[in-house]
Each structure stands twice: as structure tokens, then as C-alpha cells.
């Protein structure tokens, strides 16, 4: 491919890649607003590398903060709202200990930006229950003594609640599999399958 197909394909030009590049360096603020570039076809806005306001909306509730575009939906929850139940372990996608919902599919907070999320419905573990009334995943992580440090913990509440929204009835084979994504160092996770399948059973009310 020539260079002015790679230009016209990616709707920026080398000369001008070579300049917004040489401004960076000298550390002169590049934008103001949203620059719009065309990419495939469509419009697509800009942001960086200053902040730009970045809209939530997590347990039902909105959030605002000026954030820059690198920042996770983690560090946004933790640093800016003041959610601190999904915890950084890893901080690579790999570990589940940040897990949150995202239209009710767990994520990794982590490995999601926070101005990606923001037309999306966030569930954190500080929505499902609160003390003196635990929600019944909560309760059962307790019932079946499913954490020793804890730090895992909302993670792995948090998976638990995707998985049995999509298994209502899960196999021992399902609940040991639908987890696979989240790990403990202490290894609790006998407890952890039982505390799944309690709350399976509460949930169908058997």
C-alpha cells in the first residue's frame, strides 16, 4: 500500500502525524476540545491528551469527573468516585480482582477506559448489598467461609452475579468453569463453589 493510500485510510496524514507528534514533545498542550478525524468512513472525536469530562453512570447513579483519556474505569472508580470495592491487583487483565459488571457482563475494570464506559450501565459490589443486609451472593460468600483476606472477594462476588444471571441452575462443572477468570492466592475456592451454589439455590428459591 502506498503512502497516500495509508493517509487516506487513516484520515491523517504523515506530515501532519510528524507534527502533532513534534508539539507533544515539546510538551505544548494539544487540545482544547475533540479534534474530529475521519476513520473508515466516519467521524470519529479525538480526545487527549488533556482531561475532558467523563460521565458514569454506576449503581444507578451518575457521575462526573475530569479525567484523561487513559484512565481505567477502575482508577475512575476508585480514585475518583470513591468506590473502592473492585481492587487493583494485577492491573493487567488477569487476576478478575477488579471484576465489575458492564450491561451486566463482568469486566475488567482495568482493561476498560473510563470514557469507553460511559454509555454503558457499571454495577460495582458497593451496589449489590450493604451491612445488615447483604445480598444473598454476599451472604453466602459469608455462610460458606469463601474468603480469607478478602481482597478477591468483590471480584469473585462480582463474577458470580454474571454467571448466575446467565446459569440460574449451574452444574458443579459449570460453577467451577464460569470462575475461571478470577484467582485466589489463598486458595478458598471450595468454599467459593459452595457459596455459588447456595446462592443458586436462593435465588430459585428452593
Known sequence: ????????????????????????????????????????????????????????????????????????????????????????????????????????????SCSVLAIEAQSHTISTVEGLGEPGKLHPIQQAFVDNDAQQCGFCTPGFVMATKAFLDKHPDPTPEQIKHGLGGNFCRCGTYAGMRLAVAQAAKARRGA
Open 1 to 108: 500500500m502506498s503512502d497516500r493510500e495509508d493517509d487516506i485510510k487513516s484520515g491523517v496524514s504523515r506530515r501532519e502525524f510528524l507534527k502533532i507528534s513534534g508539539i507533544a514533545a515539546a510538551g505544548v498542550p494539544l487540545i482544547a476540545g475533540p479534534t474530529v478525524l475521519t476513520v473508515a468512513g466516519e467521524e470519529v472525536e479525538l480526545h487527549g491528551p488533556g482531561k475532558t469530562t467523563v460521565k458514569l453512570n454506576v449503581n444507578g447513579k451518575s457521575y462526573s469527573a475530569e479525567l484523561e483519556p487513559r484512565v481505567t474505569l477502575l482508577d475512575a472508580l476508585r480514585d475518583s468516585f470513591d468506590l473502592t470495592g473492585a481492587k487493583r491487583v494485577c492491573d493487567r487483565g488477569t487476576c478478575g480482582a477488579c471484576t465489575v459488571l458492564m450491561d451486566g457482563k463482568a469486566v475488567y
